[in-house]
């Protein structure tokens, strides 16, 4: 079975930074593109950062210059480096192995941004 364990989160002050990790086992960690999600209370999921296996990034407008995703092959982990946080990136953020039909999902850590 395949396993995303996030962890990472927690509550900071805006301004601050958090870095997530997530460390995979039972997949192949060398071909799948990974992503980190989050959902706000109220809010549809919505994709933050992802990278693929040769690298390349991608990052919603709302985040790029301020967080970073990176993946080590060797640690089977991909990491979410959140600088710059404000209120509005509160939410659960959730690693994924992006999928087709359908992504395979951490179980989701905990990111508040207080004021």
């Known amino acids: 079975q395949v396993q995303l364990v996030e962890s990472g989160g927690g509550l900071v002050q805006a301004g601050g930074s958090l870095r997530l990790s997530c460390a995979a086992s039972r997949i192949d960690f060398r071909v799948d593109d990974m992503g980190w999600y989050r959902q706000a209370p109220g809010k549809q999921r919505e994709l933050v950062a992802r990278i693929r296996s040769g690298r390349n990034t991608y990052y919603a407008d709302s985040v790029k210059d301020r967080f970073t995703i990176s993946r080590d092959f060797a640690k089977r982990s991909v990491y979410l480096q959140m600088n710059s946080l404000k209120p509005e990136d509160t939410a659960v953020y959730y690693c994924?192995?992006?999928?087709?039909?359908?992504?395979?999902w951490g179980q989701g850590t905990q990111v508040t941004v207080s004021s």
């Open positions: 994924a192995a992006i999928r087709v039909p359908a992504n395979i």
